[in-house]
């Protein structure tokens, strides 16, 4: 900032210098046994060490505190067998070890990395607690940038063993909608030094704060995996923010749909825009449609089912949402799939058909009650494309797989998969790795394995690990699959007897 500021910004000093002691990283202990994972190729859980029944009540904001009472401790365990689900296929499917499957799509997908400009946090953290909800201040924020760094190790180390044909960012790279923020995510992907310091006040703080500012070089995506991205609801500027900058640094601003797909140009990775074309740069629509393989018949739809800017304020801009245009536009696609004879998936930051029990964040993250398309509508026209066979998002910060079934026992391949993937920030800090394969009984399965960063012993990463272990204890979040936080499965889907026959072909031709 120049050197005559305001009130207003001397509060903002005033608070960040209270808070100083309450977020500053210190190094966390981990349990004997832990294991460095510098090659990681398996998929991995981690166990939370279940230090409550034995240590006291830790509030949320004292991080200190709660290192020294045991929490934030993690060991490794093997990793899990994918589990068959059968939820989708007909009630006399017999399931056979003699399907020999054949590899048809191979795919990573990263969620909700959060990438968080600590130098100027814009919302959240100044309410410490956030009334229970573990997002709004998260202790591991500050090392986002690390931690996706060790995710993409692990995408190069999968991809050396099995290569990977693309890749999804599946929205929420950035916290606040910032270009700071969002420039750090796409050099993380272009294996670009990483500064978290801008020229105006650089590395303001001393002691255990200075060195996860310090400069890194990003190991970067394998230039041979093309990754394509998706638009989270954190990703793009909410009405209730200023349209103006937030410091005298011209990076530290909030940005528009445009601004923030214009960025995806700037980049060293493939494809140029990441999926993004001029058209939409013009039009603000972030949606658009490609198919990862040739040879393969399978399309990839990515819908931008946020909330549209100008939709009123409900209780957030959390929620699922889809107006006409973008409505008819994914029909449009569908129906051209369907016609073309494609297997089709569509990759959205926000899933569909899926539970929301909690009574914190059901307001919040849930379809919204005022979106032009409601969300059975939405289903239930999905439903009507037999060669849909998976949704796959992120936004919750969860592992969860859901069936949505055919409404007519007769046609199962009516029915298709929702998969959702964690955050990386927020325990349990995984990625996937999908595997599509044809069965030589004319079935699909769908292969979805949790992956962890790869975490070197006293890392920055190895610290946000424990952190995000201490924040799922110390705020009791509800997580499927606990204590790991992971879920693998196995996922079986019929097809129709021509898209049988056709993908049944692709060995003869020696595709893949």
């Known amino acids: ?260 797909m214009k960025e995806f140009f700037n980049t060293e990775t493939l494809p140029i825009g990441h999926g993004f074309k001029q058209d939409n740069l013009e039009t603000g629509f972030a949606c658009y449609s490609f198919e990862p393989k040739e040879g393969v018949p399978i399309k990839v739809i990515v819908l931008d089912n946020t909330q549209r800017d100008d939709e009123p304020n409900v209780q957030g801009y959390a929620h699922g949402s889809l107006d006409r245009s973008r409505f008819d536009w994914l029909v449009e696609e569908l129906e051209n799939g369907q016609q073309e004879g494609k297997l089709m998936m569509i990759a959205a930051h926000i899933p569909i058909g899926v539970e929301y029990q909690e009574p914190l964040t059901r307001p919040f993250m849930s379809w919204s009650s005022i979106s032009p398309v409601p969300e059975q509508e939405l289903i239930e026209k999905l439903q009507s494309y037999p060669n849909l066979i998976l949704w796959v998002a992120g936004h919750r910060h969860r592992n969860t797989i859901t069936p949505v079934i055919s409404p007519d026992p007769d046609q199962p391949e009516r029915g298709f998969w929702v998969v959702e993937t964690a955050s990386l920030r927020d325990f349990p800090q995984n990625f996937r790795v999908f595997e599509i394969l044809k069965n030589a009984d004319r079935t699909i399965s769908i292969i979805a394995k949790n992956i962890n960063p790869t975490i070197k012993e006293g890392s920055f990463a190895s610290i946000a690990r424990s952190y995000a272990v201490a924040a799922q204890q110390i705020f009791n979040g509800r997580t499927e699959h606990l204590p790991t936080g992971s879920y693998n499965g196995e996922l079986l889907l019929s097809l129709t007897k021509p898209m049988q026959e056709k993908i049944g072909k692709l060995a003869a031709m020696n595709i893949p």
């Open 1 to 260: 900032m120049g050197n005559k500021r305001s009130k207003k910004s001397n509060r903002l000093l005033k608070q960040l210098k209270e808070m100083e002691h309450l977020i500053c990283p210190v190094a966390v202990p981990i349990n004997e046994g832990e294991i460095s994972f510098n090659f990681e190729k398996e998929t991995y859980t981690f166990f939370l060490d279940p230090v409550i029944a034995t240590s006291p009540q830790v509030d949320a904001t004292e991080i200190l505190r709660s290192a020294k009472e045991g929490y934030g401790g993690w060991i490794a365990a093997s990793h899990q067998e994918p589990e068959k689900r059968l939820d989708l296929m007909p009630a006399d499917y017999q399931i056979s070890d003699q399907r020999q499957p054949e590899q048809l799509l191979h795919f990573f997908a990263v969620t909700d990395i959060h990438i968080t400009d600590g130098e100027f946090p814009a919302h959240g953290i100044y309410s410490k607690y956030g009334g229970g909800i573990v997002s709004v201040y998260s202790e591991m924020m500050h090392y986002t940038t690390h931690v996706l760094d060790g995710a993409i190790h692990s995408v190069n180390a999968i991809h050396h063993q099995n290569p990977l044909d693309f890749g999804l960012s599946m929205g929420d790279n950035t916290n606040n909608a910032m270009y700071s923020e969002l420039r750090w995510s796409i050099d993380v992907f272009d294996g670009q030094e990483i500064n978290l310091d801008f020229g105006v006040n650089p590395n303001p703080r001393i002691g255990p704060r200075k060195n996860f500012y310090d400069e890194f070089m990003a190991v970067g995506l394998n230039q041979q995996i093309p990754w394509y991205q998706i638009i989270g609801n954190h990703d793009h500027i909410w009405p209730d923010k200023p349209q103006k900058a937030v410091s005298d640094d011209p990076n530290r601003r909030f940005l528009s749909r445009m601004e923030w």
